[in-house]
């Protein structure tokens, strides 16, 4: 059973840091990516790896999250600083199934998800 279990998330005031975590298990993944989704929008790609380490972003969070994988612990992380509170969310982590390489930054190509965590940047 393939599953994706983050955490991390939490109350943090505008301009701080938090790291999120997320275990993979049942499976390695190619690509593992963040996304996030804030009240009343849509699900939106935040940044995403690769197993070769290629990394890319979503323009609102270059250069402030940093997105990085531990291959051997089968586990994905995103640093995230001087937030914002516009990056108040729930942050999901997601795998994709697929087995070649290239750019993914659309939810519906990824097939697996956690469960979520929340992140609230007060200001």
């Known amino acids: 059973q393939v599953q994706l279990v983050e955490s991390g998330g939490g109350l943090v005031q505008a301009g701080g840091s938090l790291r999120l975590s997320c275990v993979a298990s049942?499976?390695?993944?190619?690509?593992m990516g963040w996304f996030r989704q804030a009240p009343g929008k849509e699900r939106e790609f935040v940044a995403a790896?690769?197993?070769?380490?290629?990394?890319y972003y979503a323009d609102s969070v270059k250069g402030r999250f940093a997105i990085s994988r531990h291959n051997a612990k089968n586990t994905v992380y995103l640093q995230m600083n001087s937030l914002k509170p516009e990056d108040t969310a729930v942050y999901y982590c997601?795998?994709?199934?697929?087995?070649?390489?290239?750019?993914?930054?659309?939810?519906?190509?990824?097939?697996?998800w956690g469960q979520g965590t929340q992140v609230t940047v007060s200001s």
């Open positions: 049942g499976r390695t993944f190619i690509t």
């Open positions: 790896t690769q197993i070769d380490s290629l990394t």
């Open positions: 997601a795998g994709d199934r697929s087995t070649w390489y290239g750019v993914r930054r659309s939810p519906s190509e990824y097939d697996y």
